[in-house]
């Protein structure tokens, strides 16, 4: 397993020509994602709000397929395979599986955040493979899928862990351009963590 700039370098170079395919498909995930649901609340206004709520919430749970898609896309960049926009939504054409790992794997790092902030960082790198091995192998199920994933980090978060606080300084930045920094912070960052997968994957093998 290589370091933190290791992995980093490792996501520029795989960038290379390929950023605004990225950037434009992150820009289409935060869209879908998190405007949308915003705009479909608005009807509501203050006297309903917690019906506004309620379905930010639904549409929340709608997209989980879509942030399934939008993890793998960076897969297929580093392995230079299809990376056209409509990647972003192979998660519906698989519903049912993906939606499951999204809400059980949801569901568990929202435990471990309510217990204590540790439990639900731990909880979070545990699950964290958990989109990429369904990715790569289209007939394990949602639960298997996650036992593989606590497998493959077991030893491995705080190696994991490095790599997502060594972004922190990038998130500060990405958040003092008012989130338009995010849109080149996030595929740098799924980059990274796809490149970290092969490797973990790799020697788990």
């Given at each position: 397993m290589g370091?933190?700039?290791?992995?980093?370098?490792?996501?520029?170079?795989s960038?290379e020509g390929?950023?605004?395919e990225g950037i434009?498909?992150?820009?289409f995930?935060l869209?879908?994602?998190g405007c949308?649901?915003s705009?479909?609340?608005?009807p509501?206004?203050?006297?309903?709000?917690?019906?506004?709520?309620g379905?930010q919430?639904?549409?929340?749970?709608l997209?989980?397929?879509l942030?399934w898609g939008?993890?793998?896309?960076?897969l297929?960049?580093?392995?230079n395979q299809?990376i056209?926009?409509?990647?972003?939504?192979?998660?519906?054409?698989?519903?049912g599986r993906?939606f499951?790992a999204g809400?059980l794997?949801?569901?568990c790092?929202a435990?471990?955040?309510?217990?204590?902030?540790?439990?639900g960082?731990?909880?979070?790198?545990?699950f964290?493979?958990?989109?990429?091995i369904m990715?790569?192998?289209?007939q394990?199920?949602?639960?298997?899928?996650m036992?593989?994933?606590?497998?493959?980090m077991?030893?491995?978060k705080?190696?994991?862990?490095?790599?997502?606080?060594?972004f922190?300084?990038w998130?500060?930045l990405a958040?003092?351009?008012c989130?338009?920094?995010?849109l080149f912070l996030?595929?740098y960052?799924y980059?990274?963590?796809?490149?970290?997968?092969e490797?973990?994957?790799?020697e788990?093998i």
């Open positions: 370091n933190n700039q290791t992995y980093k370098n490792r996501a520029l170079k960038l390929k950023w605004v434009i498909t992150t820009l995930y869209l879908i994602a949308v649901g705009i479909i609340s608005l509501f206004g203050n006297d309903a709000k917690a019906l506004g709520m379905t919430g639904i549409w929340a749970l997209c989980l397929p942030g939008f993890a793998v896309y960076f297929n960049l580093i392995r299809d056209s926009y409509g990647r972003l939504f192979d998660g519906y054409r698989d519903f993906i499951l809400l794997v949801g569901l790092e435990i471990g955040f309510l217990l204590l902030i540790v439990p960082v731990i909880a979070s790198l545990m964290s493979q958990t989109c990429f990715k790569d192998d289209p394990v199920s949602a639960t298997d899928a036992k593989r994933s606590m497998e493959m077991d030893g491995h705080w190696e994991l862990f490095k790599i997502g606080f060594s922190l300084g998130i500060i958040v003092l351009t989130g338009f920094g995010f996030y595929p960052m980059t990274t963590l796809a490149h970290y997968y490797d973990l994957k790799g788990k």
